[in-house]
């Protein structure tokens, strides 16, 4: 179930009226959770690439430790990203407003966003950036197993060891391109994006620029597509 739905016209307007729910506290812990876990995997895995990173391995308790805990660290972000896709699938599915509002690019990438058209809970940019996670983090999960139990794959199907380091290498480099954009849009270009994953609020002025669609909906109880 979308979770737009389940927030109630009562719960998104905040006590002064000009606040609105953007994240349930479930929502955030998550998605924090989700960060950690990858920042953790992102430290390790960059030590592990490169012996040029691997002082990296020192910040997170030296080599031995990495290698030991950057396989459950994987686990437990795979497992955040899949518990965000029950909740936000229905979110995160391209409608004719995110087809719109992606033609209209430019005005965004110019930071003139009152030209851009209206869309809901979360624009196409986000869209992408999410299931670019969803997929990389399937294709790091199993290549990661594949190099997690390497010793259980035969010789003659060295192969598969090949390419699972590929895969990985792959899978991670686009997730850290992503991630990178995603941190700089949140944390710099919408700031009040990044403090909603952590209040669980925005300002009603902000849900109207940024997302007048969804706004509509959560205040007035109305789904427009």
């Known amino acids: 179930m979308s979770t737009t739905h389940v927030i ?25 959770l989700a960060a950690l876990t990858y920042i953790y995997c992102l430290i390790t895995g ?5 012996p040029y990173m691997f002082w990296l391995a020192a910040v997170v308790g030296g080599g031995p430790t990495a290698r030991f805990w ?10 955040s990203v899949g518990w965000m896709y029950k909740i936000w699938h229905g979110d995160l599915a391209t409608t004719d407003a995110d087809r719109r509002w992606f033609k ?15 869309v809901a809970r979360f624009n196409f ?24 139990f390497v010793e259980s794959i035969p010789w003659s199907l060295r192969w598969l060891r090949y390419l699972a380091v590929t895969v990985h290498v792959v899978a991670a480099m686009a997730t850290i391109g992503a991630f990178i954009i995603h941190i700089y849009m949140s944390v ?13 609020r925005v300002s009603d002025v902000w849900a109207r620029t940024y997302h007048r669609l969804w706004y509509e909906q959560v205040t007035k109880g109305t789904s427009k597509k």
């Not at 606040?19 to 998605?31: A, D, F, Q």
């Not at 396989?71 to 437990?76: H, I, N, Y």
């Not at 710099?188 to 209040?199: G, Q, T």
């Open 125 to 148: 940019g986000q869209k992408l950036f999410f299931w670019l996670m969803f997929y990389g983090v399937i294709l790091l999960l199993i290549s990661g197993l594949g190099l997690w």
């Open 70 to 79: 950057h396989p459950w660290f994987g686990l437990a972000f795979a497992l």
């Open 46 to 50: 960059l030590a592990f690439w490169s």
């Open 188 to 200: 710099f270009m919408e700031p009040e994006s990044f403090h909603a994953m952590i209040r669980g």
């Open 8 to 32: 109630s016209s009562d719960r998104a307007t905040g006590e002064s009226g000009g606040e609105i729910v953007r994240y349930t506290l479930s929502e955030r812990v998550h998605h924090w």
């Open 104 to 118: 209209a690019i430019n005005y965004y990438v110019q930071n003139d966003d009152e030209k851009l058209p209206p």
